[in-house]
């Protein structure tokens, strides 16, 4: 069983940056790849980004390339997803998830999710 906990979200104006942070708990925590999905009213879930259980392999939505960066600590159980040049079009529910490998969007555990509005 693994346990994640979001943290970070908040309002911010657009242009502006935002970092959440992500703890997992559990048993063998680093050999899960992480995400970060997020979901924006009335719309589905999606993929932001991915990261392979090092650290060594990143993916992401091609909406948040160049933009966003997933990074992770694997000594602290912690995932990070950096946030810059945020738009309007960034607000959502972001979650963090555990995944099989960093290919994928099946998700093995989901955290509970943390508010990111940016204001216009």
């Known amino acids: 069983q693994v346990q994640l906990v979001e943290s970070g979200g908040g309002l911010v104006q657009a242009g502006g940056s935002l970092g959440l942070s992500c703890l997992a708990s559990g048993r063998t925590t680093s050999t899960y790849a992480m995400g970060w999905f997020r979901q924006a009213p009335e719309k589905e879930r999606e993929i932001v980004a991915r990261i392979s259980p090092s650290g060594g392999r990143t993916n992401y939505a091609d909406s948040v390339k160049g933009r966003f960066t997933i990074s992770r600590d694997n000594a602290k159980n912690m995932v990070y997803l950096q946030m810059n040049s945020l738009t309007p079009e960034d607000t959502a529910v972001y979650y963090c998830?555990?995944?099989?490998?960093?290919?994928?969007?099946?998700?093995?555990?989901w955290g509970q999710g943390t508010q990111v509005t940016v204001s216009s």
């Open positions: 998830a555990a995944l099989p490998n960093p290919y994928s969007n099946t998700v093995n555990y």
